[in-house]
């Protein structure tokens, strides 16, 4: 565009924002049919922010950005914009994307959460030394999905040999996982598709034959696909753990806390067309920022023994907090239309707590070549912080003008307050410590998320 041609579009917005300011109060800017609650207040804070402008234009020099956003202000304020244009405007300009974050972010501490559980089920089973776990395929509520506790049925060893690689009390362990699941559109959320893995290293140490203790250190990484081609969310998250737990014959406590920094990556694609110029808005609002994490968590268990039988009831409770620091994007094209319409996200603290109430029947059958565990479970899921929770965004462009920018409040939709996950499976644990193991579990009765998952998985203790 020649500079020309520059002058002359935003004279012409501002025209249109001047001639509205002489009438007086401003009336209320088209919205498209049906506007969510975060709509409604983008297109507040949007119409406070061409208010400004308008009274910026008189002796005030605007930046590219301001002058960007006075041009689409004449769109989403003018009446003769059609419907299907305000609803691509809006879809495109709202920022909802950050709901996700919560979610996506709290998955990572509780497969963190799991991987220390599935190292301190082995212990409570007498097993020491070096624990490699092969791939685990986890449900949406982050439940490790097959456990390994066959240890007393397994056939000799015909080598005699009882050497662990690390004798003693100290153990080594290495957990992987990976987890796919999706989520349906919402009255405040956009729908998307879910990819994430993690990798979990730690040490513990057997004090006495009831208590252990440990540390652990995990990496992951998520990528939040949005459908509609709005863009994308991707995560990479480091975590420490600490864990302790105490345990007698059948029964146990674990208690576990950490801490974790996420470096975030949000790409938001902004592609629409304004009806009443015919312009094209082809732009990526790109935020990176870094988020905090804090978990702690306390579980319980006994199993109940009958032979080659065994039910497990299993209870815990898990908080997490996840804090947000403040970003503001920066756009793919800073010359072209749309360069304006940037957001800055202001910090935000989520937190939640949630309990969980599961059940695991088993039975153990020894053969020559080893054990084999079919089994099915079935879990309870309670959030118990079931409200929604509110990012606060401002357009970028509209910081420095006089007054400030006003905040738009981006609801996230309130967790479901209760729901269920059930499946079954098989693992068989053979000689010299190599175990093997298939489930399958699905999520029910949510609204949005709808889950079937099967698992696989191998694992190998050394010395056994």
């Avoid at 395929?137 to 390994?148: E, I, Q």
């Avoid at 349906?184 to 879910?194: E, L, R």
């Avoid at 006495?208 to 939040?224: E, I, L």
């Amino acid at each position: 565009m020649k500079p020309r041609d520059s002058l002359l579009s935003l004279e012409n917005a501002r025209v249109v924002l001047l001639c509205a300011m002489a009438s007086g109060a401003r009336a209320q800017p088209p919205l498209p049919p049906n506007p969510t609650p975060n709509i409604i207040s983008i297109a507040n804070a949007l119409q406070q922010a061409c208010n400004q402008l308008g009274v910026a234009t008189s002796g005030v020099t605007l930046t590219p950005a301001q002058q960007d956003l006075a041009q689409r202000c004449a769109f989403f304020e003018n009446a003769q914009s059609t419907p299907v244009a305000l609803t691509a405007g809006y879809t495109a300009i709202v920022g909802q994307q950050i709901n996700a974050l919560g979610p996506q972010t709290k998955k990572f501490a509780t497969l963190q959460q799991d991987d220390v559980t599935a190292r301190l089920a082995e212990l409570r089973h007498g097993r020491q030394g070096v624990s490699l776990s092969g791939l685990d395929l986890r449900g949406d509520d982050g439940r490790l999905l097959a456990a390994n506790d066959a240890a007393a049925y397994l056939p000799a060893d015909s080598s005699g040999s009882g050497a662990t690689l690390m004798e003693g009390r100290l153990g080594l362990f290495l957990n992987g996982s990976v987890k796919v699941g999706s989520k349906g559109k919402s009255k405040n959320s956009f729908a998307f598709d879910i990819d994430d893995n993690s990798l979990t290293a730690g040490a513990d140490y057997r004090i006495t034959d009831w208590f252990v203790t440990g540390a652990a250190y995990g990496g992951g990484r998520t990528k939040t696909t949005f459908s509609g081609n709005l863009g994308r969310l991707d995560l990479e998250a480091k975590g420490l753990n600490v864990f302790a737990s105490f345990y007698g014959s059948t029964y146990y406590l674990d208690i576990l806390g950490g801490y974790g920094r996420t470096d975030l990556n949000t790409d938001r694609n902004l592609q629409f067309i304004e009806s009443t110029s015919g312009t094209t808005i082809n732009q990526q609002a790109l935020g990176r920022s870094r988020i905090h994490d804090l978990w702690v968590g306390l579980s319980v268990g006994d199993a109940l023994n009958w032979r080659q039988w065994s039910v497990t009831p299993e209870g815990s409770i898990n908080f997490h907090e996840i804090r947000l620091d403040g970003f503001t994007e920066g756009m793919s094209q800073p010359t072209a239309p749309g360069a304006g319409l940037a957001l800055s996200y202001s910090d935000a603290v989520v937190p939640s707590l949630q309990g969980r109430l599961g059940l695991r029947l088993g039975y153990a059958a020894s053969t020559a070549w080893g054990v084999f565990q079919p089994q099915i479970h079935g879990t309870f899921i309670r959030e118990f912080r079931n409200r929604a929770d509110k990012f606060t965004a401002q357009f970028a462009a509209a910081l420095t003008l006089p007054g400030g920018a006003t905040p738009a409040f981006i609801s996230t939709d309130p967790p479901e307050g209760h729901y269920f996950a059930n499946g079954g499976g098989i693992s068989a644990q053979f000689a010299h410590g190599v175990a093997a193991f298939i489930d399958y579990e699905q999520l029910r009765t949510l609204k949005t998320i709808k889950a079937h998952e099967f698992s696989f998985g191998l694992r190998w203790q050394a010395g056994d």
